[in-house]
């Protein structure tokens, strides 16, 4: 994966950087497109568990509108939507914080309005975490910070009834303003205890720090996503079933073609399924929804509802 690949973080300034360093692949020759075979295809996944999540840039966009897009069976087609983003930062004393910038805080606040409308429509909602430029992140917590900040991103969480959490570890800029460089151990440690005190859905990114997970974090993980905007990678230290190894950038797509291939790479591989970045206020890429839907002989609409950005700044 290049650097960068998720959507904005949750200070405006850090969602600014990202877009501007995200990664954009040029589209690859795909070979042996499956599509092409003759005779009916062989799917290793189903449509029940093979997971299209969605990230939704807070900042810009009520996360609600993901679900308004929906599959011919009448089922949602988004599967997860990650509130993206939440903060880790750490002061000067040493000590982590949960933060909520403006936009994610309204939302965690009221989820009877913006958490629970998606969770009715069988969607889960996960709250996802990034590093904020403080030196601060998951890979290099003490012991004793790692326990502070698990607990408050669980009370953060319970409060506001989301079905897990999503760490992506990226912009924390490790061996800065005082805080230590990572190590080998503390990005494990993290998802231990976040393991032992929820059994919430718990899903990172395959980027940054995750190479030093131990095999006992790595069974604590429910979904990995591969970084790589409109990327394909399947990774060998994480199970198959549980990765994402494809992930459509809707600021700059493949060709519908190419995301179908993928898909069908995907569901051929026993896949977890694929994610699905930077959604807008307004319908947009129905083709590349639909492209997705194809796999499973189904197509993707829009409701025609579409809500605005009414909370945060």
């Not at 799917?43 to 810009?60: C, M, Q, S």
Request: net charge negative; charged share 15%; with cysteine.
């Amino acid at each position: 994966m290049k650097k960068q690949i998720l959507f904005a973080a949750c200070t405006l300034f850090a969602a600014s950087a990202l877009l501007m360093t995200s990664c954009q692949q040029a589209e690859e020759p795909i070979a042996n497109d499956p599509t092409d075979q003759a005779g009916p295809m062989t799917r290793a996944a189903t449509l029940g568990n093979f997971y299209r999540v969605v990230y939704v840039e807070v900042n810009d966009v009520n996360p609600l509108n993901a679900g308004e897009y929906l599959l011919s069976d009448g089922t949602p087609f988004f599967t997860h939507v990650i509130l993206f983003a939440s903060n880790i930062r750490g002061d000067a004393s040493g000590n982590v914080h949960n933060y909520n910038n403006p936009n994610n805080a309204a939302i965690l606040a009221n989820p009877a309005k913006y958490i629970a409308p998606l969770q009715a429509k069988g969607i889960k909602v996960l709250l996802g975490y990034l590093g904020d430029h403080t030196g601060a992140g998951f890979a290099n917590l003490t012991n004793q910070q790692a326990e502070s900040f698990c607990n408050q991103i669980i009370e953060v969480g319970e409060a506001a009834g989301v079905d897990g959490y999503f760490l992506d570890d990226e912009w924390s800029e490790y061996g800065t303003r005082g805080w230590p460089p990572a190590n080998s151990t503390s990005f494990s440690n993290v998802i231990l205890k976040l393991r032992n005190k929820t059994d919430k859905i718990i899903t990172l990114l395959d980027w940054g720090n995750t190479n030093t997970l131990s095999p006992e974090a790595v069974a604590c993980i429910d979904l990995t996503h591969q970084g790589s905007l409109n990327g394909y990678y399947l990774s060998s230290m994480f199970p198959v079933s549980h990765y994402l190894p494809f992930s459509i950038d809707l600021r700059g797509p493949l060709s519908d073609s190419a995301v179908k291939v993928r898909t069908i790479q995907s569901m051929r591989a026993n896949a977890g399924g694929i994610g699905i970045y930077d959604l807008r206020m307004e319908p947009t890429r129905l083709s590349t929804f639909n492209a997705v839907a194809w796999a499973f002989d189904l197509t993707c609409t829009h409701t025609g509802v579409t809500y605005p950005k009414d909370y945060g700044n």
